[in-house]
């Protein structure tokens, strides 16, 4: 049993088949408690106000909207590296996710800047990084929808992941040297003293599991149906040299 | 190499079109900006660096497209890689080739517009330096980004989309050098962020754009 398996289409679609309705389920359940929980069984910060409760959307989708880079990275590598079709294929799936997920975290930001910041947008390093992975994001899609023949465009799709990856870390460091941060540095690390309170984190620890099942449930869903896509061309094609 | 790089340098110098329309591009938006936000010579002095900037590098992405489209519509570019030469170096001289007709044009004359826009004194040297360090990575990144796009009929939107964010880095620390030598700032940290940025671009990208271009060809 090793995980090069489910590089076999047939296998991935049974097993993730099997699996989907069990994640779809944690998904939902993880994400509606964290939520509940977060927004209506927490104390209101004593600064903030109740504002502090879009944090339960906004950090998990900040966590997920970069994991989601990474996890096409990688995905892109395996595809180079072994030449498997549904690792390009989830690379592909991944991208509108993470996409989306980063407009969540830029929009949720943008709210709760405006009655905090008193502004709706900042030029600040962590608030342009995120709209440039955006920027990254966006010419991925675009580049795998330009391209017809799908191999080529898994090639080209996956080295530009792999330079865009170079190039989004890069800028991330230049934009904080090119501007001082207003935005707050991160509120839950490991090796850090003091860390948000218990009542805060305990929800959004559960939040960020429910974005990242979520997240899994859509990627395998969505990876589901672009192998079926894959095979539907494939039969399509084959219909019309018979016929 | 050198043959491949002069050939490329003779069609852009006399094919026409190409080789001056980077040229006038930079020259428009730059004259184009007063315009905009109105003729106060402060505020277009405080503005200046980042406006040349941001206009050498628009006239840089414009004539990516020639780069290699040209050489792959009427097949030369399966010639060249068919060629003993290996990919990279082609690549690497299309890279060249792109820098000197578009890029050291740009760099040229940008002191020349700087005295449109009241760039400060002491700005024209160090614009010019950062030009000149920040453009061969405008070049080289640009090249990848029109490898990627060769082979598509309307890749010329597609290539600004993905080169451009690309670019930031390299726009970012070159337009910090520009704006610190206008403030008559030290200039030191973000000189070397830049030079060090072209310097691992054309170590590296070359490599990434003859891979896709291989791609491409297959």
């Excluded at chain 1, 943008?110 to 709706?120: E, F, L, N, R």
């Excluded at chain 1, 904080?176 to 941060?181: R, T, Y």
């Excluded at chain 2, 590098?57 to 050489?71: I, P």
Aim: proline share 5%.
């Amino acid at each position: 049993m090793s995980f090069w398996e489910y590089a076999n289409p047939r296998k991935f679609l049974t097993t993730s088949e099997r699996v989907l309705p069990l994640v779809w389920g944690l998904a939902a359940i993880t994400t509606l408690v964290g939520l509940v929980w977060g927004f209506f069984f927490t104390p209101d910060d004593f600064r903030m106000g109740s504002t502090v409760k879009i944090i339960f959307l906004h950090v998990p989708s900040a966590l997920m909207a970069i994991n989601a880079w990474f996890m096409m990275l990688l995905a892109s590598i395996i595809w180079i590296v072994r030449r498997h079709h549904v690792s390009a294929l989830a690379a592909k799936a991944a991208a509108p996710v993470g996409a989306i997920m980063t407009v969540i975290a830029l929009v949720t930001g943008a709210i709760w800047g405006q009655p905090m910041w008193g502004t709706w947008w900042e030029w600040d390093p962590r608030l342009t990084s995120f709209l440039v992975l955006f920027l990254f994001y966006l010419g991925y899609i675009a580049l795998w929808e330009a391209i017809e023949d799908p191999d080529t465009a898994a090639d080209l799709t996956s080295i530009l992941c792999l330079v865009g990856s170079v190039f989004a870390v890069l800028s991330r460091y230049a934009v904080l040297f090119w501007n001082q941060g207003l935005h707050q540095g991160a509120s839950l690390s490991l090796d850090k003293e003091e860390n948000i309170a218990d009542v805060f984190s305990n929800p959004l620890y559960v939040c960020m599991v429910g974005f990242a099942l979520l997240f899994l449930a859509l990627v395998l869903y969505r990876t589901g149906t672009e192998i079926r896509l894959r095979r539907m061309k494939a039969l399509i094609a084959r219909e019309r040299l018979e016929g | 190499m050198i043959a491949l790089l002069y050939r490329d340098l003779q069609l852009a110098f006399r094919a026409g079109g190409g080789f001056g329309l980077g040229l006038a591009f930079f020259l428009i938006v730059v004259v184009l900006v007063p315009f905009a936000v109105g003729p106060q010579s402060e505020l277009l002095a405080r503005i200046a660096p980042g406006v040349l900037w941001i206009g050498a590098l628009l006239a840089c992405l414009l004539s990516l497209d020639r780069v290699l489209a040209l050489d792959w519509e009427d097949g030369s570019l399966d010639l060249l890689a068919t060629a003993p030469l290996p990919l990279e170096a082609i690549v690497t001289m299309k890279s060249c080739a792109h820098w000197i007709t578009t890029a050291l044009p740009l760099v040229v004359i940008s002191p020349l517009l700087g005295v449109l826009l009241h760039l400060p004194g002491g700005g024209y040297l160090w614009l010019v330096i950062s030009l000149l360090l920040g453009t061969p990575a405008l070049s080289v990144i640009g090249t990848f980004g029109a490898a990627l796009t060769v082979g598509l009929k309307r890749g010329g939107l597609l290539l600004s989309l993905l080169v451009l964010p690309l670019y930031v880095p390299t726009l970012i620390f070159g337009a910090e050098v520009a704006r610190r030598g206008a403030a008559g700032l030290a200039v030191e940290t973000p000189l070397l962020m830049l030079a060090g940025i072209s310097a691992a671009s054309l170590a590296v990208l070359p490599f990434a754009s003859a891979a896709v271009l291989r791609i491409n060809l297959r």
